[in-house]
């Protein structure tokens, strides 16, 4: 009964491939989000969705194209990889805009991306 | 827009010995804090939240915190620390008024717990 899951966890791959990485939240959660953690541990936001509408788009390449088939799944598609690609990537989940809305996001396990 | 200090990248410690971890932030409205943490090769679970109310925040673990508003600090505190506490710690703020939450974090500190 994982919160919030991610596929794969780890992926090795090279450098000019395209990947994906797939998140589900059973939570009933009405926003999901990407981060990335560099090399450092630092944790960066990318993406948000809320109900399937994009709604935070941080500076990130447009090789990265996140999708959201509905509001319990957000997938991120990456093409034409690049070695600085290479990072751990974290899905989560939040409730906005309702009395459980606290702020807190409730994070996956992560998907290791390396970049050969 | 909100930002976040963690005053030390990595901090050692014996066990059972006391610790603190600090945390600044800066930000022009209302903020909810946070600490997380990650233990290695695993992703972010929630140590504790400050919203409202007393300052002084418990969280899971034996750990605590307390929200300064006038120092604009949120320190994490445990009273004595196990070898298993060792793992990254992240403090991690949003504003407070309703819309979408872009959570964001500090650099980290690195606890690493010393038998």
């Known amino acids: 009964d994982t919160a919030v899951s991610q596929t794969p966890k780890y992926l090795v791959t090279q450098m000019g491939n395209d990947k994906s990485i797939k998140c589900e939240q059973n939570l009933g959660h009405d926003t999901m989000y990407w981060y990335k953690q560099d090399s450092k541990k630092f944790l960066k936001i990318m993406f948000s969705y809320n109900n399937k509408e994009l709604i935070i788009n941080e500076t990130v390449p447009n090789r990265f194209s996140p999708k959201s088939p509905d509001k319990a799944h957000l997938n991120l598609h990456i093409n034409s990889l690049e070695l600085g690609d290479s990072a751990v990537y974290f899905c989560?989940?939040?409730?906005?805009?309702?009395?459980?809305?606290?702020?807190?996001?409730?994070f996956g396990e992560g998907s290791r991306l390396t970049v050969l | 827009a909100q930002s976040v200090t963690q005053l030390d990248s990595q901090v050692p410690v014996f066990e059972e010995a006391p610790v603190e971890l600090r945390c600044n932030y800066s930000s022009s409205v209302s903020v909810y804090l946070f600490w997380y943490v990650q233990y290695p090769n695993q992703g972010l679970q929630l140590l504790l939240k400050?919203?409202?109310?007393?300052?002084l925040v418990k969280g899971i673990n034996g750990f605590e915190a307390e929200f300064n508003k006038s120092q604009t600090s949120f320190h994490l505190r445990k009273p004595s620390v196990h070898i298993s506490d060792t793992a990254e710690y992240f403090c991690?703020?949003?504003?407070?008024?309703?819309?979408?939450?872009?959570?964001?974090f500090g650099a980290g500190t690195r606890l690493a717990v010393h038998p």
């Open positions: 989560a989940s939040s409730q906005v805009g309702t009395s459980a809305d606290t702020g807190e996001l409730f």
């Open positions: 400050y919203l409202s109310g007393s300052t």
């Open positions: 991690a703020v949003t504003r407070r008024s309703g819309g979408y939450n872009k959570l964001i």
